[in-house]
């Protein structure tokens, strides 16, 4: 008898959907010392007057107890935002107001930051897992969101996690985008895809007081047997476009050659010219000796284009005399 064994298998670690998570800013240090030191005063007062009851008349003692311990308070409530933070504070419970940037105060007791937001432009890159496009390759693909709260009242109160929120609404447009285009328009226009998915995230960010920017798309991978595959293909693309244009380049080279026969056939002088600069450029090369068509020897022996008939002429009469 067989017994099978199944192990048990580790707990599945939630991971965040954000690659590069944003680190969120820690309390004032400033106004936590100045707290902790008024708190140490007051404290150390009402010692010093528990110790020593004389010091001190009572009503004097209380008083200067009572605008320490006040004074700390006041510390406690006193709060600061950065130029590019703004806090989400409650009363009760309650959405009261947004404050920041700068120092604001905060009523001991009722109200309470609930948390702080940054409004600048963030860049979060995320990553579609393997995902096949419509011809059925199969890919993956890392890309950047660009992205900003606009409206922080929005963004805290109606969304639990609004930066988990913009990262897996911009993951599941990409799988979209990449499901309904081939793998050859996704390589030659991932400019109108990045369009497609941040006008798909906007549209729904903009009911949290979010604005994505744009989407850039910065990797995308395939398995290795279609990378092969897809470098002969585009070498054979290449190879096709060369060839072409060679021909090309031969058929307008025959136009040009049958626009000038045209034009030598019609002007005997200028086909004359032609020979004799053909001469002239086999001379300047230091040819001693030059291979021309018979047609060609004929004509200048029948022109004496180089004088020589005459030149013989001459030498004929000179061995009469």
Known sequence: ?????????????KRSPVKNPRRKSGPDFTLSLLRFFMLAAAAGMTAVLGLFPRLLSGWAGTVVCGVLYTLALMLACIRKADEWERAIVL??????????????????????VAQRVDIRIRVTDFSAQETLTRDSVTVTVDALCFWLVWDPQKAVLEVEDYEDAVVLSSK????????????????????????????????????????????????????????????????????????????????EIARKLEEAVQI?????????????????????????MMLI??????????????????LSEVRKRGNKE
């Open 264 to 288: 030598y056939a019609h002007n005997e002088p200028a086909m004359k010219l032609k020979i004799l600069s053909i001469l002239n450029e086999g001379l300047k090369a230091g040819n001693s």
């Open 172 to 251: 599941t447009a990409l799988r979209d985008a990449v499901s309904s285009h081939d793998l050859s328009t996704f390589l030659e226009r991932g400019d109108l895809i990045e369009k497609q998915i941040q006008a798909e995230v906007d549209k729904k960010t903009t009911e949290w007081g979010i604005t994505v920017q744009y989407v850039e798309i910065t990797d995308i991978q395939i398995p290795e047997p279609l990378q092969d595959s897809l470098s002969r293909l585009a070498q054979a693309e290449r190879e096709k476009k060369g060839r072409i244009l060679l021909a090309e380049a031969e058929i």
């Open 91 to 112: 009363r009760f419970g309650r959405f009261h107001k947004v404050r920041g940037p700068g120092l604001f105060f905060l009523l001991p007791l009722a109200d309470r």
């Open 1 to 13: 008898m067989t017994t099978i064994v199944n192990k048990a298998e580790p707990p599945e670690v």
């Open 293 to 310: 068509p018979n047609s060609m020897a004929e004509e200048l022996k029948t022109k004496d284009i180089f004088g020589l008939e005459a």
